[in-house]
């Protein structure tokens, strides 16, 4: 499939009865690409039932997952059957469960298909007939898309949304790689090239430290919290980690402090960087 066509050369069914339709540009609250992992494992139709509001009056739904900024990959097409108001004891909120059927609409695209889209608003629920002229095609994989294979310790370099990720999928790759090893870790700004050097140990190491710094941004570091604090939640979208050393799981946790420090003194992150002690 050539690059260059538009939601209309795919789509041309879609397009004709666009009124009938509506556009979920699925973007995560917490972590924007939630929906983007849901749908690698399978469970994004779940994902999708569960709303806050009755988003979905009509009878068809065209689902788009966030991927990249202005970038949506093809989430399937699915058809509106029932909605039933529930009670979620968890969140103790009121929300709407839909029932689904996925559609078999260009289903052979479903995680390939990435369209371009520049989302210059906060609505995530659009009405096709408004929106469907806009939307381009970036690229087709070749396969469904995947969270890439842990690359080994030496090779490991991942953005701050790339370790959401990773994180969110809990692929079994990374997983077991930083659940079973000690070890220092660098966090640079790629704003401004400053570092920040961290240990990691005891349960889980690697992927219990690095899932906080997912979900808070700056992982309970005094020196990263007042740095967010400063420049907001989102600057923490600079960061870039990776491994400087590794050492076994029995390993003494008083020798990866050493080591720590060691690396704190060779690339001077306290007089340099975020490091404070």
């Known amino acids: 499939m050539d690059q260059g066509l538009s939601f209309v050369d795919i789509f ?4 004709t009865e666009a009124k009938r339709c509506k556009v979920h540009l699925a973007i995560g609250f917490r972590d924007k690409k939630e929906p983007l992992i849901e749908l690698v494992k399978g469970k994004f139709k779940e994902w999708q039932e569960h709303q806050n509001n009755k988003n979905f009056e009509r009878d068809l739904i065209i689902s788009l997952v966030y991927y990249r900024p202005a970038e949506w990959m ?19 909120k009121q929300y709407y469960r839909y029932t689904t059927e996925l559609l078999n609409t260009r289903k052979n695209l479903i995680g390939r298909l990435i369209l371009s889209f520049p989302k210059e608003f906060r609505q995530s629920y659009v009405l096709l007939e408004n929106h469907y002229a806009q939307f381009t095609v970036k690229e087709v994989l070749p396969q469904p898309y995947r969270v890439t294979p842990f690359p080994g310790y030496e090779n490991v370099v991942l953005t701050f949304e790339e370790l959401g990720e990773v994180i969110l ?6 997983k077991t790689a930083l659940s079973n090893i000690k070890g220092v870790y660098l966090i640079t700004d790629r704003k401004n090239g400053k570092h920040y050097i961290g240990s990691a ?5 690697f992927w219990s430290r690095w899932r906080a710094y997912s979900i808070t941004g700056h992982g309970r570091d005094m ?3 007042e740095l967010l604090n400063r420049n907001g939640a989102g600057y923490a979208e600079h ?4 491994i400087l050393e590794i050492r076994s799981r029995t390993t003494d946790d008083e020798e ?8 704190k003194d060779a690339l001077q992150s306290r007089e340099f960087g975020y490091n404070r002690n």
């Open 169 to 174: 999928s809990e692929d079994a790759s990374w």
């Open 223 to 225: 020196e990263l919290i």
């Open 12 to 15: 041309p069914d879609l397009c």
């Open 74 to 92: 093809f989430g399937g097409v699915y058809k509106r059957i029932d909605v039933q108001r529930d009670y979620d004891p968890i969140r103790k």
């Open 239 to 242: 960061f870039q980690f990776s």
């Open 201 to 205: 140990y005891g349960d889980d190491a």
């Open 256 to 263: 990866i402090k050493k080591r720590e420090k060691h690396w």
